[in-house]
């Protein structure tokens, strides 16, 4: 089983940046990427990015292509999430996900039902 744990919220200014975190522990390998989602009050969990651990191939939601960068670091078992240019819209609990070890291809990288392991979540909150 993966445990994961979000790290780097907080409260900023528009215009500012932040790195999120999220540590990974336990059977790491048996889970093939990682994405990022968030939830704004009010609205559903969404789809951010996600990373392969092998390839480090990634993909975006075009919301935030260009703004946010998804990486990642074998070695510590950690993703990242580099947010940019924040805007007040931006506010919102961002979680990292695990996807299901048996699932595959792109496609399913988008979806949050393809997740099976999810951190408590961080809170950004972008001031005006």
């Known amino acids: 089983q993966v445990q994961l744990v979000e790290s780097g919220g907080g409260l900023v200014q528009a215009g500012d940046s932040l790195r999120l975190s999220c540590a990974a522990s336990?059977?790491?390998?048996?889970?093939?990427?990682m994405g990022w989602f968030r939830q704004a009050p009010g609205k559903e969990r969404e789809f951010v990015a996600a990373i392969l651990w092998s390839s480090g191939s990634t993909v975006y939601a075009d919301s935030w292509k260009g703004r946010f960068t998804i990486s990642r670091d074998n070695a510590k078992n950690t993703v990242y999430l580099q947010m940019n240019r924040l805007k007040p819209e931006d506010t919102a609990v961002y979680y990292c996900?695990?996807?299901?070890?048996?699932?595959?291809?792109?496609?399913?990288?988008?979806?949050?039902?393809?997740?099976?392991?999810w951190g408590p979540g961080t809170q950004v909150t972008v001031s005006s």
């Open positions: 336990g059977r790491t390998f048996s889970s093939s990427a």
């Open positions: 996900a695990a996807r299901t070890p048996t699932t595959y291809g792109t496609i399913t990288l988008y979806s949050r039902d393809n997740y099976d392991t």
